[in-house]
Nanobody
Framework: QVHLVESGGGLVQPGGSLRLSCTAS????????IKWYRQASGKEREFVTR????????DYAEFAKGRFTASRDNAKNTAYLQMNNLQPEDTAVYFC??????????WGQGTQVTVSA
């Protein structure tokens, strides 16, 4: 059974940093890309970044470029999202997701990121 668990969220001041983790189980981790999304209260879920199986291709939403960095450690079945210079508008629940090319789409439970002074 595919399982994704995010961690690393929390409360941070504007300009601060957080590193989120997404640990996967139940499938061969290095076969699929990992995507990160976020959802602010009262808003739709939005795409943040996608990292290919061996990190050869990483795409970012415009708001993430230059501030967020996606990475992964396939030996640990874990993907990471390093977020720097966080701003109040980055406050959201952050989710990781794997789309197994028609075999199913799986989401983690999310981790809350709050940026506030």
């Amino acid at each position: 059974q595919v399982h994704l668990v995010e961690s690393g969220g929390g409360l941070v001041q504007p300009g601060g940093s957080l590193r989120l983790s997404c640990t996967a189980s139940g499938y061969t981790f290095d076969l699929y890309a990992i995507k990160w999304y976020r959802q602010a209260s009262g808003k739709e879920r939005e795409f943040v970044t996608r990292i290919s199986p061996y990190a050869a291709l990483i795409d970012y939403a415009e708001f993430a470029k230059g501030r967020f960095t996606a990475s992964r450690d396939n030996a640990k079945n874990t993907a990471y999202l390093q977020m720097n210079n966080l701003q109040p508008e980055d406050t959201a629940v952050y989710f990781c997701m794997v789309d197994q090319d028609g075999r199913g789409t799986y989401w983690g439970q999310g981790t809350q990121v709050t940026v506030s002074a």
